[in-house]
């Protein structure tokens, strides 16, 4: 059972727009702590997508986008692609637990 | 280039001890955490615990404390994962990775050292 809650799984066409919801509680997300993403195509390393809430590194398309409300976060991406066919995850920072990282179950994304 | 380059695969027997590593260049390796994170078979991220090398600080999550070590060697640049004794339950991939301050990202992730433990 993750600290931030992810869908296990999300779906969507070519060309279409999916958002992936990251769900946490009063002293993670709620308390005003970042949330950030990574991206994990099969068999690889983990990649940083989007940190600091909505921020892209260099080199990461806009067709992803984060925001950030409340106790809650998303992913967005627009004009999928096959090459988005991967796991994503979200991460924060939890204060209940002493110096405590906390990662979301992960969601499967499926390019139809 | 900032660069994490983890040791390469393992095959040990339960009750078998094991240190692995990951070696940060590119960066100045006592300025940021390194953090270790597990992925079993088909599973999602599970942090495990975060060094400082600067001055050892270490942190882990409640569900590794006791299980493992985290140490560094910033004469180095290295940062270790250690097992005293491993269980089968331990089989999985472990990754490394740079962490700016204790509430930032991930950035960037080793390559993976993949643990097999079987009898």
């Known amino acids: 059972q993750s600290v931030l809650t992810q869908p296990p799984s999300v779906s969507g066409a070519p060309g279409q727009r999916v958002t992936i919801s990251c769900t946490g509680s009063?002293?993670?997300?709620?308390?005003?702590?970042?949330v950030h993403w990574y991206q994990q195509l099969p068999g690889t390393a983990p990649k940083l997508l989007i940190y600091g809430n909505s921020n892209r590194p260099s080199g990461v398309p806009d067709r992803f986008s984060g925001s950030k409300s409340g106790t809650s976060a998303s992913l967005a991406i627009s004009g999928l692609q096959a090459e988005d066919e991967a796991d994503y995850y979200c991460q924060s920072y939890d204060s209940s637990l002493s110096g405590s990282v906390v990662f979301g179950g992960g969601t499967k994304l499926t390019v139809l | 280039e900032v660069q994490l380059v983890q040791s390469g695969a393992e095959v040990k027997k339960p009750g078998e001890s094991l240190k692995i590593s990951c070696k940060g260049s590119g960066y100045s390796f006592t300025s940021y955490w390194i953090g270790w994170v597990r992925q079993m078979p088909g599973k999602g991220l599970e942090w495990m615990g975060i060094i400082y090398p600067g001055d050892s600080d270490t942190r882990y999550s409640p569900s590794f404390q006791g299980q493992v070590t985290i140490s560094a060697d910033k004469s180095i640049s290295t940062a270790y994962l250690q097992w005293s004794s491993l269980k089968a339950s331990d089989t999985a991939m472990y990754y490394c990775a740079r962490l700016g301050d204790v509430q930032n990202w991930f950035d960037p992730w080793g390559q993976g050292t993949l643990v097999t433990v079987s009898s």
């Open positions: 009063s002293s993670n997300i709620g308390a005003g702590y970042d």
